[in-house]
């Protein structure tokens, strides 16, 4: 027979059926059990109480636990022994268990179970067999110890089986990834273009910053990150530091998000017009000289433009004749427009001149209004007119 068996009707047992018995004893390496009906009891090896290893037979099994059991050998009576049944409860939970398994396998369904042992290079599980979890699919970051996971209820995926070999192979890190992936497409579909966010600095490189938005990770570029120049993004921010970051680009498909933090702080520019009204005097920093001037920081972010006719009372060729980069000055606010984010800046109103006009008015004048045509062509225009 190799079907289950109505034991009150079996006259007859053989090896390869299928029975029900009841524990009656529970010895050191051996569980003994009744069989209704069968002319004699039936033992229990340890090895086959269970598909992982136990050090007693008590630790699988206890007195009056009812069992399904397949012979595996008949030991007939004789004059020097009684007879007996060898069984195993092993085999008949494997059996059923890889049914299982392999419709959970093929429909990639979530396990929960207990872990039962940690063993050299991982987890070991029993699911009706054992089933083992490499040290690399336990979690999806390093983990230095694995000792206190005994005991503990986790979550697998299927990733590897086969019965014939009784290999099963387990991951932790397969349902994690999916959780996160699922959580990533969740957070990524309610990101849009502009909307101001919070996040975590996530991991800084040397061309920007990762930031953590609940889920997904967008970057924020060196070039996004303040309103002044940088170098280092690791001057600015610290990795786990909490930010606003405004949301410049999301493309689902390549799971990429662009960032901005300066988008979100006050510029350079802001209120230029009170820090820097007309007839103000500032000190600033030569950045820049061109053919038609000299651009002057005169707050982090904010260049204004000394005009080469602004520059020295003297007759000058080109801004290099009087000024070189990085050289400190003081400048006068000859016009301002913040919409624009124009300065315009002389030097040499605050120059002692004994043939300087008197200056009453500090409109702008044509030639030092921002960075016009005619700033550009500068002296160019006046010699194109003489030679003609």
Known sequence: MSEEMNLNEVNEIREGDVVKGKVERVEDKVAI?????????????ISELSSLHVEKASDA????????????????PDDAKPGQYVLSKRKVDA????????????????????????????????????????????????????DDYKGKTLTFKIVEMEEEKNRLILSHRAVLEAQKAEKKGEVLGGIHEG?????TVQRLASFGAFVDLGGVDGLVHISQVSHEHIDDVASVLSEGQRVKVKVLSVDPEQERISLSIKETQEGPWA???????????LTGKVKRLVGFGAFIEVFPGVEGLVHISQISHNHISTPHEALKEGQEVEVKVLGVDQNEKRLSLSIKALLNNAAEEEVTDYEMPEETNGFSFGDVIGDQLKNFSKNN
């Open 33 to 45: 059990v009744t069989i209704a009906g069968a002319p004699f009891d039936g033992v229990v090896p």
């Open 61 to 76: 099994v206890s007195v009056n636990d009812e069992l399904e059991l397949i012979v595996t050998k008949v030991e007939e």
């Open 95 to 146: 059996k059923k268990a890889w049914k299982v398994l392999e419709e959970q396998f093929n429909n990639g369904e979530i396990i929960e179970a207990e872990v039962k042992d940690v063993v050299k290079g991982g987890l070991v599980v029993d699911l009706g067999v054992r089933g083992f979890v490499p040290a690399s699919l336990v979690e999806d970051h390093f983990v230095e110890s694995f």
């Open 195 to 199: 909307d101001v966010l919070e996040g």
């Open 271 to 281: 209120n230029i017009e009170e820090k820097a009204p007309v007839g103000a005097v």
